[in-house]
């Protein structure tokens, strides 16, 4: 199988062009390309497809096989490898995802795009379509149960589910420990990315997170936009702000006006490469 390996700020995945290539089974494939060991080595794969509703179509595993409906750092990703590779001309494209079709906006320097300013869509705040089992909703600052401690939990889907959690202290988290306990937590059906976050300034944040199917990545784009929205709704920032992630920054705008989220941030190939499988 040819593929891509690609990263967007460190959240690093294996693309394929299934515009000529065919993947049969694309969760056990995903487990064993992201093998760091035995494999390529990467967070997950992303197949990209042809589409009838929109340019291209994005589908996205994590490294444990299962299927995530979106990804904001692999988006990205998607749209630099499109254009650098020759698929289109655009620098405004189209993707559909499983949670809907993304608008993106590419900034192209001596023929490759540099950067990728994506139209993330609404971020949903209902409990029940997060979703996430809770007596309140909206979640915004509760207080849950997470193994022995009691956390403040924020609660937002952007496509995807996120709890966001404030904390005094990012870098000396034990996120092997506590990512996990949210991961398999009750209150999350269909289990959920969990953000820790630190509040820098009113313009900026920094952030962990430990991901459903992947665990601790260096970078969430679903995430970063979910923590942007619930720094704003605890008034804790203003509606622009930077994410600061282990693997670099990202740029996040909620426009509250449209309630639309607006992810900016790179894009990088790694290695092109050829799979036995
Ligand atoms: N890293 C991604 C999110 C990937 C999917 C997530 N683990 C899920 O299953 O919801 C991003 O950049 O958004």
């Not at 904390?167 to 269909?190: M, S, T």
């Not at 990545?217 to 994410?243: H, K, P, Q, S």
Request: charged share 25%.
């Amino acid at each position: 199988m040819k593929f891509t390996k690609m990263q967007g700020i460190g959240n690093d995945y294996v693309y394929v062009n299934c515009l000529e290539e065919r993947v049969e089974h694309p969760s056990e494939t995903a487990i064993k390309v992201s093998d760091r060991h035995f494999g390529i080595g990467s967070d997950g794969l992303i197949l990209i497809k042809p589409s009838e509703k929109a340019d291209f179509e994005m589908e996205m595993y994590n490294a444990d096989g299962s299927q995530g409906a979106m990804c904001g750092n692999g988006i990205r990703c998607v749209a630099k490898y499109v254009y650098d590779y020759g698929l289109t001309k655009k620098t405004q494209i189209s993707v559909d995802t499983k949670s809907g079709i993304k608008y993106l906006d590419l900034t192209v320097k001596d023929g490759k795009a540099v950067e990728i300013r994506v139209n993330m869509g609404r971020p949903i705040l209902e409990a029940e379509k997060i979703p996430m089992k809770y007596p309140q909703s909206p979640v915004i600052a509760k207080p849950l149960n997470v193994g022995e401690n009691i956390y403040e939990v924020t609660a937002v889907s952007m496509g995807n589910p996120h709890a966001v959690v404030f904390v005094e202290d990012v870098q000396n988290l034990d996120i092997e420990k506590v990512g996990p306990d949210f991961e398999k937590h009750q209150a999350f059906p269909e289990s959920v990315n969990t953000e820790f976050v630190r509040v820098l300034d009113r313009k900026t944040v920094e952030m962990r997170v430990w991901e459903r199917g992947s665990g601790e990545t260096l970078a969430c784009g679903t995430g970063a936009c979910a923590v942007a929205v619930a720094c704003a709704l605890n008034g804790y920032t203003e509606d622009a702000v930077t994410v600061k992630l282990l693997g670099g920054d990202l740029k996040i705008a909620w426009d509250r006006e449209d309630n639309l989220v607006y992810m900016t941030g790179p894009a990088q190939v790694v290695f092109d490469g050829e799979i036995r499988l």
